[in-house]
């Protein structure tokens, strides 16, 4: 965690480099300027319950987490710019250090391809955002978080000309890529003051659980973007399985129907499950009434964490170790994660039934 200084000629915002949920950035991001509040962490456990998954015009399953463009409106203030926004915009650096001077961390979308240390630098277009969270005139760089040239997340500084230049370049790109750069090309946001910490209302967890359970569909809390990119025809709750289950055929087939991603959002989404319930138990004081059920959830999270290594680990060798976005092609390891998955799939679905109606009987 950084905890943020200034000085005549530098601020840093405090931010946390976290490993709740981290597959996509529209989540990440905002997380990283959220939980280094202590005061706010318990605001998680009303978040990032109920799933969907639809195809991507890329023909890849998408699986996500069910909440609104501005999840966290309730703990922070939210300016989201579009390109046609930013037009009034002189100078990218000005605009990102005053914002920062008012508290607003500064979400923009550049070129990657003029990025030093991003995958594409030099090598091939691509559109992708950088929180910055700081900035120093003395040394002429701004300060943020955005991933290397391995996927890793880490801090980073971008000389003031560099981050211009990748901005500007990033222009010209708006008319060819997703419509989200275009929608979203700048997100700023300054976090709510609190003195007393977050009270997450079990009410609120409970009625999203059930609603995951029983695939309860809510077109309302799609995002505006990807429905642009992929429409409404969504599969919610447990019921991603069955497609999920489907692409996996389909990919031992040679199709490239999955990638990473989706592994690695449902393990983090079982881990979440069993932390928010163990944070609920402990707050209702049955822990030690459910805690049989909880480890049985718990074994579910295990096992879906597996799932997500075996599959990082055959799709970074079928890509020669240079991406995990890649098509996975070693069928023996696809099998496996299909059997693991069929067989917790319906694991999770007896064990959450039964702490839903323990729940419900506190």
Known sequence: MFAGQRGETMKCLPVKIHNMYTTYLHFNFPLCTLLWNDHITPWLNEHFIHLYTMMHNTGVCWVDMLETDYFYSDVSEIIDMTSKDMEAVD???????????????A??????????????Y??????????????????QVLIGIGYDGRQRFIESEYPFEIFREAYEKGKLEYDHDFCWVKMHTAYLNRVYRRTQSFEARIGVFMEKLRQYIH?????????SDNVIEMGKNATYGMGIYTPILDNLTALQKGEFTHDYRTFHL??????????????????????????????????????????RLIYLRYVLADNHYESIIGQLKDKAAIGKVYEIICDNAHKEYEALISLYDTFSAV
């Open 122 to 139: 030099q090598r091939y277009t691509h559109m992708h955002q950088t929180l910055l969270y700081g900035y120093d005139k003395d040394r």
């Open 266 to 307: 449902l393990a983090e989404h079982k881990r979440g499950l069993y932390q928010k319930m163990k944070y609920f138990a402990a707050q209702k004081g049955i822990y030690d009434k459910i805690a049989d059920l909880l480890a049985e959830y718990e074994a579910v999270s295990r096992s879906f964490e597996n799932v």
């Open 91 to 105: 100078d990218i650096v000005s605009f990102v250090i005053d914002n920062i001077d008012r508290d607003f961390y």
């Open 215 to 223: 695939e309860e569909p809510d077109e309302r809390l799609l995002r």
């Open 107 to 120: 979400t923009i979308y550049t070129n990657e391809y003029y990025l030093p240390g991003r995958g594409a």
